[in-house]
């Protein structure tokens, strides 16, 4: 099933003349771009002697391999062996291809034909920046349960996003879409700084909504009627017990830099990090082996969903 998903794997920014070594669900992928620009992603081995592509280079629209020169275009097609320069190669010497698309602001991949579009975001506000990538030493579920969950608040982001005064999780519903991701439609929570540009504490509205088995959107909406945020959460699963993170903040914020906006979440998400590397096991447990209290249902449902669904890599 993750293998038809679409998985984040790169800023669209980040991805210019060089060639980009990843992994995704284990496999080792190269990302570069063509001689239009547009971006091309391939398994990170070459077919004449498995040599990676990625430390090789891009020239005239094709990848080169470091080792004997082969080169290939966009579509995996081999175009060039420099010691058989009369040589035309047939298919059977192309290299492997996957699908790759450009969306909010990153490039995503997939290692076989997704059965759907990139994740839809509800209205956002015009701005936009992306953060990333993260690399964390736990499995993608548990971070995307870290994102859902509101209760760590008052103790992992102490005089941030909440405080030990103001630690109880108020009661609230979880819905589910038309598809069964689950959903907070709203969630009212004390917070003592609750964006980069807050100079006070205040009460906010929070709406949760689960994107896909591997990201999530947040959408937060001050009490005293100043412009809300939202934030969506990206955990691409390198293996079972590694993710890499891409962090989207949507605001209305017009005061702020975009250096202030991003040294603001980066703290936060410093904050998380020794946590989620800290929880054992690494993979998410989804069929016992953990307790839970009402404060977890929206953590709950989450389990319920990636079970319905079929995930199997990051859970246990």
Known sequence: METQLWHPLSRDEDLDAAPIALTLLG??????????????????QCPHRGARLSLGRVRHGH??????????????????????????PPASHSA???????????????????TTEPPKLPGMPARRLVY???????????????????????????????????????DY???????????????RAWQPRATASATSGGWVRYRYEVLGPYGAVLGKQPDDGSPGDAYTLWATPLDDEHCRVWMGQYTADTTS?????????????????????????????????????????LSAAYRRYLQRVGVRCGIC
């Open 132 to 170: 990333g990538p993260f690399d964390v030493a736990t499995s993608a579920p548990r971070v995307v349960e870290n994102f859902l969950d509101t209760a760590h608040f008052a103790f992992v982001h102490e005089g941030w996003l909440g405080e030990t005064g103001h630690a109880e999780v108020p």
């Open 63 to 88: 990848i080169e391999c470091p080792y004997h020169g082969w080169r290939f275009d966009a579509g995996g097609a081999c175009v060039g062996i420099p010691a058989v320069p009369a040589f035309r």
């Open 27 to 44: 496999h080792a992928l190269v990302l570069w771009r063509d001689a239009s620009g547009q971006p091309v992603l391939m398994r990170d």
């Open 257 to 297: 830099t975009d250096t202030e906006l991003r040294d603001f979440q980066l703290a936060i998400f410093a904050q998380d990090k020794p946590i989620l590397e800290s929880q054992q096991p690494r993979r998410l447990p989804v069929s016992g082996g953990e307790v839970h209290c009402a404060a977890d249902r």
């Open 173 to 187: 519903t979880v819905t589910h879409t038309a598809d069964g991701r689950p959903v907070i439609e709203d969630y």
């Open 96 to 114: 492997c291809t996957h699908p790759v698309v450009e969306c909010h602001g990153l490039l995503w991949g997939a290692l076989e034909p997704p």
